[in-house]
């Protein structure tokens, strides 16, 4: 594989960002051109429903890379710009300015996007929490005594949750699912996030939809879901998951994600990283899409050296957090309602802590912490075993 | 090489304990402990393995230029 002359980066948060880095981090001294259709500074999005919501944290702190920085790394960054097309047999890209980009390489690290519920989202009082902007428009709102409706008791709609509670807002959520966040850390750890949330003052309506919007001009002043029971809002924040940003990638193979080997490689000279990835995870045997925070930037690296000449397999733990009210989730390896879980409680842990393990049989599948992030290191070094004989576990450490 | 953290940012993930062992460590909260602020040549690589996997940006990597 010849040194390439020009990579492209479609993509500037977390995946690409870091892609960036890494290919100089390497010492390839190409021509590199980052594309982000956003516009601005790069920035990290985990925040958004967390600290920067919370008022923690200035917008600054999720700053992802600065001027100085793209230019240390002689990076040229095109942005408010994103890729309309993509022509593989020629190994170029069409963007949203009309020009045409060829590429030696190229990283797919769109993303994904907020989904959202359309005649809700026409509504001046609805939001999706994904950009910058999202976050701080639904910020304004965290006043007390506002009544908030959130839509998905996902990840990001409790977390949301959480934060609004501590603001002193009066808080509905409403959900599809028996018991919130089940389809994603099975019913116990469900339960027990339900719990926390209702001992904060959180209302939940599960396993209903929504059947009904009440309008007053372009506000939305009161929902009925299809149990009968309505709900007065002053503001909705639809949090029901995303879609991956792939639709641009023609003449790839798409499923949940832009379809790619081990190598993180979905064509000749084109990779994708991140929440539009889908991949052959060698170790699991079996394809996956991650949407979490950790791998976008842990796929980049690898995607990044496979461009150079490098075939690291890549083949992850997965992990991710979650911020709820004062207890902190930590996910490492696989999770869900199809495992069965025991619970670790230790003398050595403060209150409220404790570990839960996810099996399939006998084997260990994944650990989730709840409030103890240290000891759970303790119990996470079996969860490669399941991994079907390979060198993937040699990944990135190669 | 230096290496800087920022343990207010710190989401306690322990990534990069599991990826740089000789130059982190986390205390009873999780929050991130530097171990080693100057790392050997020979540690360059998993430093920037955990800076670039840290999904809370809590550690910051200076290269010498």
């Known amino acids: 594989m010849n040194s390439p002359e020009h990579i492209v980066v479609v993509g500037a948060s977390a995946a690409g960002i870091t892609a960036a880095r890494a290919l ?16 601005g500074m790069p920035y990290d999005r985990p925040p958004l429903s967390k600290r920067l919501m919370a008022g923690e944290c200035p917008v600054e702190a999720l700053n992802l890379m600065s001027e100085d920085g793209m230019k240390a790394l002689n990076l040229h960054y095109l942005d408010g710009t994103s890729a309309t097309a993509l022509h593989t047999h020629d190994n ?7 020009t045409t980009l ?22 001046a009082n609805c939001y999706s929490l994904r950009n910058l902007n999202d976050a701080l428009a639904i910020r304004e709102h965290l006043t007390v005594g506002k009544r908030i409706l959130v839509v998905g008791a996902g990840f990001i709609g409790t977390e949301l949750a959480a934060i609004a509670r501590a603001s002193g807002c009066q808080v509905t959520v409403i959900d599809k699912s028996k018991t919130p966040l089940a389809a994603r850390v099975g019913d116990v750890v469900g339960k027990r996030i339900e719990k926390l949330h209702e001992a904060n003052g959180v209302i939940f ?11 007053r001009d372009r506000i939305i002043t009161e929902v009925r879901v299809d149990t009968g029971v309505a709900i007065a809002c002053d503001v909705i924040v639809v949090a029901i998951g ?9 003449g790839l193979t ?16 084109v990779y994708a990283a991140g929440d539009a990835a889908e991949w052959f995870h060698k170790g699991y045997g079996e394809y996956m899409r991650i949407e979490h925070r950790t791998n976008a930037s842990e796929q980049a690296m690898a995607a990044a050296r496979n461009m150079l000449g490098s075939r690291i397999e890549y083949a ?39 570990i839960f393990r996810y099996y399939q049989g006998n084997t260990l599948m994944g650990v989730l912490s709840w409030n103890a992030s240290r000891k759970a290191r303790e119990y996470i070094k079996p969860l490669k075993d399941v991994w079907t004989k390979s060198d993937a576990s040699a990944a990135l450490a190669g | 090489m230096k290496i800087t953290i920022y343990p207010e940012k710190c989401c306690g993930s322990g990534q990069c304990v599991v990826n740089a062992p000789k130059l982190f460590d986390q205390n009873d909260d999780g929050i991130i402990i530097l171990l080693k602020a100057d790392p050997s040549p020979d540690q360059y690589e998993s430093a920037r393995l955990a800076a670039g996997i840290c999904p809370a940006l809590a550690i910051e990597i200076h290269e010498d230029l």
Do not use: M
């Open chain 1, 24 to 39: 100089r981090a390497q010492g390839w001294g190409g021509r590199l051109t980052l594309i982000g259709k956003e516009g």
């Open chain 1, 92 to 98: 170029s890209l069409q963007l949203s300015d009309g």
């Open chain 1, 102 to 123: 060829h590429y030696d390489r190229l990283l797919i690290a769109t993303g994904a996007d907020a989904r959202v519920i359309p005649n809700l989202s026409q509504a």
């Open chain 1, 205 to 215: 309506h599960n396993d209903c939809e929504l059947a009904e919007v009440k309008w």
């Open chain 1, 242 to 250: 995303a879609a991956p940003n792939v639709g641009w990638c023609s």
């Open chain 1, 254 to 269: 798409i499923r949940s994600g832009v379809v790619c080997n081990q190598f993180c490689e979905a064509a000749s000279n």
């Open chain 1, 316 to 354: 992850p733990l997965p992990f991710f957090w979650s911020d709820q009210y004062q207890v902190q989730i930590h996910s490492y390896g696989r999770i869900g309602p199809q495992y069965t879980v025991d619970i670790v409680e230790d003398d050595h842990l403060k209150d409220d802590s404790c």
